[in-house]
């Protein structure tokens, strides 16, 4: 999906028509998503499942493209416990992240959360409490940080080196404890989730090999048998090299035959992916205002900006895009052919670039740059209200 389908083209040209203003929009293809997450779903091996992570992009739209076609989601927050369990009463609900509030641990309780990831001792010892409280048995996971011999070589490491996230391995024994001594909080098994921005399977396989050796340990070492293994999300999009993306065929036939090695085992193997799901149904439409030249350099000034679409800056990186032009070669507008140019928003700050110096065949003021790969934390990740400018148009098309 590097290149812009037929339908999303035809959409922005109808948006820019519609509008009296240059526009900026964010237009989903919902066929697009269903497509992609089909494809990765059914390919998944045996006692597999596939969450989606819906702090990717929680929009309602695309979390109803995806509900069918996923085993569950995956929520990190009380405000997505409630908007999931608002809109869809009965799917399977996990819930993650750090800092659980106990008002949200108590709502989690009420709101049929099939497991609780358990980040910390504290947090352990309070849903505890309150389950007790309640009278209302709660499954969890404990997420664990291992302590890896090699840290996970992605740009946004979550373990295997000192975070906040998880607990110390060495909290097993206590957290245990804990657990003995009370009758509503069951341990089913263990969570990781070491990185994000993963490009490669086999690095990835070996790191889920670390997980399952390690749970097998811990299985034999504190008299325990585990039937679930999450090992979280983290999968990447490669936004710099867009046709090569990661390989889930080749990845999960590596799983595949990594899973045979623990078929006495009885474990659910379960993905919370967000990125590598709905990255590449999204794309931000931005009209040329301006072209002008300092010093050496072009600049292109973009409807909008990085408030609307924070990733380009989240990663520090050029995003990429395709240009879409409907402008007549012989209007008088400012026109760049073959140069590098650097394309920015409309904020009044340096940091709002979209991508720096890159060659473009043509570019006029009045076409529209079309950045791919901005259906995941994208619009709901950006400082939305800076500037006041109006929000993007947002389309979803099936
Ligand atoms: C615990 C956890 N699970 C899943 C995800 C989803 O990660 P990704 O979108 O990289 O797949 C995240 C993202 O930060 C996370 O923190």
């Known amino acids: 999906m590097s290149d812009i389908p037929?339908?999303?083209?035809?959409?922005?040209?109808?948006?820019?028509?519609?509008?009296?203003?240059?526009?900026?929009?964010?237009?989903?293809d919902l066929g697009g998503l269903r497509h992609h997450v089909s494809e990765i779903a059914q390919?998944?091996?045996?006692?597999?499942?596939?969450?989606?992570?819906?702090?990717?992009?929680?929009?309602?739209?695309?979390?109803?493209?995806?509900a069918p076609l996923v085993h569950g989601f995956e929520v990190a927050s009380g405000g997505e416990l409630d908007?999931?369990?608002?809109?869809?009463?009965?799917?399977?609900?996990?819930?993650?992240?750090?800092?659980?509030?106990?008002?949200?641990?108590?709502n989690a309780l009420s709101q049929r959360v099939e497991l609780i990831h358990v980040e910390s001792l504290l947090e352990l010892r309070r849903l505890c409490n309150l389950a007790d409280h309640r009278k209302k048995p709660q499954d969890i996971l404990l997420r664990i940080n291992l302590a890896l011999e090699e840290t996970p070589s992605t740009r946004l490491?979550?373990?295997?080196?000192?975070?906040?996230?998880?607990?110390?391995e060495r909290c097993i024994t206590e957290a245990l404890a804990i657990l003995s001594k009370q009758d509503w909080v069951r341990i089913r098994g263990f969570h990781f989730h070491m990185m994000s921005h993963q490009l490669d399977g086999h690095r990835h396989l070996t790191l889920i090999e670390r997980y399952l050796d390690t749970v097998r340990?811990?299985?034999?070492?504190?008299?325990?048998?585990?039937?679930?293994?999450?090992?979280?999300?983290?999968?990447?999009?490669?936004?710099?090299?867009p046709t090569r993306q990661f390989d889930w065929i080749d990845f999960f036939a590596g799983l595949k035959e990594l899973l045979e090695r623990y078929h006495d085992r009885p474990w659910r193997i379960r993905f919370e992916c967000g990125r590598?799901?709905?990255?590449?149904?999204?794309?931000?439409?931005?009209?040329?205002?301006?072209?002008?030249?300092?010093?050496?350099?072009?600049?292109?000034?973009?409807?909008?900006?990085?408030?609307?679409?924070?990733?380009?800056?989240?990663?520090?990186?050029?995003?990429?895009?395709?240009?879409?032009?409907?402008?007549?070669?012989s209007n008088d507008v400012p026109r760049?052919?073959?140069?590098?140019?650097?394309?920015?928003?409309?904020?009044?700050?340096?940091?709002?670039?979209?991508?720096?110096?890159?060659?473009?065949?043509?570019?006029?003021?009045?076409?529209?740059?079309?950045?791919?790969?901005?259906?995941?934390?994208?619009?709901?990740i950006s400082h939305q209200e800076f500037l006041m400018h109006p929000h993007p148009r947002e389309l979803f098309i099936d």
Not at 83 to 106: A, N, T, Y
């Open 43 to 66: 390919a998944l091996p045996a006692n597999c499942e596939m969450f989606y992570a819906t702090k990717a992009n929680p929009a309602l739209p695309v979390l109803q493209a995806m």
């Open 217 to 241: 340990t811990w299985e034999h070492q504190f008299g325990l048998t585990v039937d679930q293994i999450n090992v979280g999300g983290g999968i990447g999009v490669n936004y710099l090299e």
């Open 276 to 329: 590598a799901l709905t990255a590449a149904c999204g794309y931000y439409a931005a009209e040329v205002l301006d072209i002008k030249s300092c010093g050496n350099e072009w600049f292109a000034i973009c409807r909008g900006g990085t408030h609307h679409f924070r990733t380009p800056a989240a990663q520090a990186h050029d995003h990429p895009f395709r240009i879409l032009s409907n402008v007549d070669d």
């Open 157 to 168: 490491t979550m373990g295997g080196i000192p975070t906040p996230f998880g607990m110390e």
């Open 336 to 380: 760049l052919v073959d140069e590098p140019v650097t394309l920015v928003g409309q904020l009044c700050t340096p940091k709002d670039v979209f991508a720096r110096q890159i060659h473009v065949p043509s570019l006029s003021v009045g076409d529209l740059v079309v950045f791919q790969y901005a259906g995941a934390y994208a619009w709901n």
């Open 6 to 28: 037929g339908s999303v083209q035809r959409s922005v040209y109808d948006l820019q028509a519609q509008g009296t203003d240059p526009l900026c929009a964010y237009i989903y």
């Open 83 to 106: 908007w999931v369990r608002s809109h869809f009463p009965d799917i399977p609900v996990i819930f993650g992240g750090p800092g659980k509030l106990e008002s949200e641990l108590d």
